[in-house]
Every structure is written in structure tokens, then in C-alpha cells.
């Protein structure tokens, strides 16, 4: 597994979960986020109900999951969790919407991957905390009506251009979850190495955040590979050498670009010429699935000014011609 991927395993689940914040107090970062957020929850808070449903979306690894809790938490509500993938029949999502509680917080990850069947029987749920339940087959089956008890959806979503327009519209707020900058990702190193009790230099801490992607998930792995080094290969303590080497160690560079990134824009710019190529065509290159370099690792080349997305496909800026030491055709930018 890439040490900067988004995905989680095993160990890692049970650190991330001692790690995430727990109130919108100690979330960092995200500070228009978290101010909407705050106003919609206070708003249900003094009305007594439960807040319009809250649409998340964004690359991995930014803290989606993580306010969905807080969502829950601020409001003195349970917490149901699935994901997309999960809701393969309209039936997995019927079990889970006939068993909520009043006011309970539903959170769907990966919302943008539920099955057809299954969305369909969210509209009505969100809109009118009702589903019908279809019994029987072809002309005798019959639907029955079931209410649900008023809820507030959570979704989450990397690919927010994949939802159905019925579906994003009745969500009452999208919170556009943007990278974090590298104060930030500081921010959030310290409070980690508190809570795992590293000792963690100010300088170390603004060599892991500048290598982090913007990505708080990645952050915190990136500490605890940088941890290992510096204890296993000197006395412990994390100098701003020690980091960067453990990190060069670890293939991520400087720009905090890992072998994925790499990957693509070499591929871009040494077998494409810089581009525009189209995105399946650059996924096939890398021998990755088009999802994964679109959603992993685009959205970060883009912050970075390295890569562009453009109606004729995917385009390496001069500054990716610079990043990996490479000359452009003449004719690259003319
Ligand atoms: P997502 O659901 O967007 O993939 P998560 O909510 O699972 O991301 O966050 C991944 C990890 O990053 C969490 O375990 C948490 O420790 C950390 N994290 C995310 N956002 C923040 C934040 N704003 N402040 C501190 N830690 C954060």
C-alpha cells in the first residue's frame, strides 16, 4: 500500500479513530466549513429539530468522517454509518432507515456509489421521511407506505460531479472540503503527537506538514513513519534533517509528492509529451484504474499547479517539466 494513498487498513482504523477530533471546536482547518456548519447546527439546536441534510465533499483523507461524528456529537445524536458500496439493493437501506431514531444522524460515505434502486428510495426518505416498501411481483405487488423517523443524512462524496442532480438537491448544504495548508497540517501534527506521545520539534513538524499533500490523513502516517526512523535510526528526536530523510526514505518528496503523483505526471509528460492526453488513457499508462488517479492523486497535482484539466484532457504546466528535472519540447507552451 502507498504510504500517501487514501485508503485505510487494519491498525490504522483504530489510530485514526484515537486521533479525530471530537467537536467542531478542536476540528482544525476548514474554517468556512466549520462556521457554516456551526450556524445550520445551532439553527436545529434552538428549533428543536433535526438540520437539513449535510452533503461533504472532497478528496480522501480531509476530515469527511470525521465531522460526520461531529455532527452527531454536537447535536446529542446517535450515529448510524454506511457506505454506498454497502447499499447494493434497495432493501440494505430500507433495514437501515426503518430502525433510525428520532433525530438520529445517518452518515452514507461514498454516497456517490449506492445502487440505483437504493437511491431512489433515499429521495423520498430525505424529502418526506417515508419510503415505500414494495411487496410481491409484476401486477401484483403492491407498495407500502413506512414512515421513518425524522433524520439528518450525512454524505460524503469524492466525486460530487457523480451525484444525481434529484439527490444533490435535497441535501440543504454542501461543505466543500478544501486541502489544508501547511500551518494547518502543523496544527494538526502537534495535537497527534500529543495525543501519541511523540516529542515533536517545531521544525519537524513544518517538514512532515510541507510533505503532508495538504492531507491530514497523511500527515498523521507520515508522523508515525518519521517516529520509527527517528527512533531506530537516531536518538529519537525529530530534526527537520531527520524528517526529511525518513520521508525521502519513504519515496515522498519534497513538494510532498509520493509515487503515484510521480507516476502520472512522468507518464504525462514522457510518454504523452505533456499532454492533453485523455484520463483512461493516462490511467492505462500508469497501471492504475481511471478513478484512482482521478480522485487520489489530480486534485493535489492541480492544487500544486502542476497539472490542468482541460476539455481536450489532461495537460502538464511548466512547472511539472521543472518538478521532475525534465526540458519541454520546444513548442510545449507556444
Ligand atoms: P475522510 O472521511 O475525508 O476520508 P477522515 O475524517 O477519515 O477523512 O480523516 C482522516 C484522519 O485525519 C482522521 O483520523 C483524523 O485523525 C484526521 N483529521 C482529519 N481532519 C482533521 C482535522 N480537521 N483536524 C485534525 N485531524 C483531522
Redesign the pocket.
Known amino acids: 500500500r502507498e504510504l500517501v494513498s ?1 485508503d ?1 487498513q487494519g491498525d490504522e482504523r483504530l ?7 471530537k467537536r467542531l471546536a ?5 474554517p468556512r466549513v466549520r462556521e457554516q456548519l456551526s450556524l445550520v447546527l445551532e439553527g436545529a439546536l434552538r428549533r428543536n429539530r433535526p438540520p437539513d441534510h449535510v452533503l ?1 465533499s ?12 461531529i455532527i452527531a456529537a454536537e447535536l446529542g445524536a446517535p450515529l448510524r454509518v454506511t457506505s454506498g458500496p454497502a447499499l447494493e439493493r434497495a432493501g440494505d437501506l430500507a433495514a437501515i432507515l426503518s430502525t433510525l431514531t428520532d433525530g438520529e444522524v445517518l452518515f452514507i ?1 461514498e454516497i456517490h456509489r449506492m445502487a440505483r434502486p437504493a437511491e431512489e428510495m433515499l429521495y423520498l426518505a430525505m424529502e418526506d421521511f417515508r419510503v415505500d416498501i414494495v411487496v410481491g411481483k409484476g401486477p401484483g405487488a403492491t407498495a407500502i407506505p413506512l414512515e421513518v423517523a425524522p433524520f439528518t443524512l450525512v454524505g ?1 462524496t ?1 466525486r460530487a460531479g457523480l451525484l444525481p442532480a434529484p439527490l444533490r438537491d435535497r441535501f440543504g448544504f454542501t461543505a466543500h ?1 478544501e486541502f ?1 495548508d501547511e500551518a ?1 497540517l502543523e ?2 501534527l502537534h ?2 503527537a500529543r495525543l501519541l506521545g511523540v516529542d515533536l520539534p517545531v521544525e519537524g513538524a513544518a517538514e512532515i506538514a510541507g510533505r503532508s499533500r495538504g ?3 497523511i ?2 502516517r507520515l508522523l508515525r513513519r518519521v517516529r520509527d526512523f527517528a527512533e531506530v535510526r537516531a536518538d529519537g528526536l525529530i530534526t527537520r534533517e531527520i524528517a526529511a530523510a525518513a520521508l525521502n526514505l519513504y519515496e515522498v518528496d519534497a513538494e510532498g509528492l509520493d509515487r503515484l503523483d510521480r507516476a502520472v505526471l512522468g507518464a504525462l509528460l514522457r510518454k504523452f509529451g505533456g499532454g492533453p492526453v485523455g484520463l483512461s488513457t493516462l490511467a492505462v499508462a500508469v497501471g492504475e484504474e481511471p478513478e484512482t488517479v482521478e480522485v487520489v492523486a489530480e486534485p493535489f497535482l492541480v492544487r500544486q499547479g502542476l497539472l490542468a484539466r482541460t476539455p481536450r484532457g489532461r495537460v502538464a504546466t511548466a512547472a511539472a517539466w521543472v518538478h521532475l528535472g525534465l526540458v519541454p519540447p520546444p513548442d510545449a507552451f507556444g
Do not use: H
Not at 26 to 30: H, L, P, R, S
Not at 58 to 69: I, Q, Y
Open positions: 487514501a485505510v489510530i485514526e479513530a484515537a486521533l479525530r477530533p478542536e476540528f482544525i482547518g476548514q461533504m472532497g478528496p480522501p483523507g480531509l476530515g469527511k468522517t470525521t465531522l460526520a461524528m460515505d460524503a469524492t472540503m489544508y494547518e496544527t494538526v495535537r497527534s492531507t491530514p490523513r500527515a498523521n
